[in-house]
């Protein structure tokens, strides 16, 4: 079936520390791949997304790039603010499955001035 | 543009009763996904509708049921509540089922006593 496997948390960094959250993934075909963010009290909010394999999303300073070959999309960030303390979501969507998501556990990230 | 909203934003209920939450997408989006939030199972998908129909449904009782009516409102009811439902329930929504972005409502945090 399918699943995504996240770097287990909590994070802690200082600001302006480089922020790497590994994701990797297992899925038959060619699925999309997202990162999604959740803020205390809220639901969740695309971040960045990617269609097939060798693409690379990108949004507010965050960047993954799908690589087929390692079954991987790993967000990374060069340098974090306070204000990006939050929990990130690697997420899979099959081509055939509509709109249905699968997540990864989450990775809690505290970043601290 | 109003995003998506979920009522009410916060339930409280005990063992055996039902309820029935409440979920309006974006205007002109024509798909809504459920997703269950919880401390120990992460986000899990429950069902999807698309133009009033289930187009997919994940893996929970009978006991939860959702519908989608002509204007693309969706509601999920959940019957015979037991303390295990409690967790935070997410509604997303998008233009068209498939490769389109989701937009997620802030939830409705549901609590059985």
């Known amino acids: 079936g399918n699943s995504v496997t996240q770097m287990e948390g909590p994070v802690t960094l200082s600001e302006e520390a480089f922020l790497t959250i590994n994701c990797t993934y297992t899925?038959?075909?060619?699925?999309?791949l997202f990162w999604y963010v959740q803020y205390p009290g809220e639901g969740l909010q695309l971040l960045l997304k990617?269609?097939?394999?060798?693409d690379k999303g990108s949004n507010k300073g965050f960047e993954a790039t799908y690589r087929k070959e390692t079954t991987s999309f790993h967000l990374e960030k060069g340098s974090v603010q306070v204000s990006d303390s939050a929990v990130y979501f690697c997420a899979l969507r099959r081509e055939t499955s509509g709109s249905r998501l699968t997540f990864g556990e989450g990775t809690q990230l505290t970043v601290n001035p | 543009k109003a995003g998506v909203t979920q009522t009410p934003r916060y339930l409280i209920k005990t063992r055996g009763q039902q309820v029935t939450l409440s979920c309006s997408p974006i205007s002109g989006h024509r798909s809504v996904s459920w997703y269950q939030q919880t401390p120990g199972q992460g986000l899990q998908f429950l069902f999807e509708?698309?133009?009033?129909?289930?187009?997919n449904k994940g893996n929970f009782p009978g006991r939860f049921s959702g519908r989608q009516f002509s204007n693309s409102r969706s509601e999920m009811n959940v019957s015979t509540l037991e303390l295990g439902d409690s967790a935070l329930y997410l509604c997303?929504?998008?233009?068209?089922?498939?490769?389109?972005?989701?937009?997620f409502g802030d939830g409705t945090r549901l609590s059985i006593l």
């Open positions: 990617a269609t097939k394999a060798d």
């Open positions: 997303a929504s998008s233009l068209a089922a498939g490769n389109q972005p989701q937009h």
């Open positions: 509708y698309f133009s009033e129909t289930q187009r």
């Open positions: 899925a038959t075909g060619y699925p999309s």
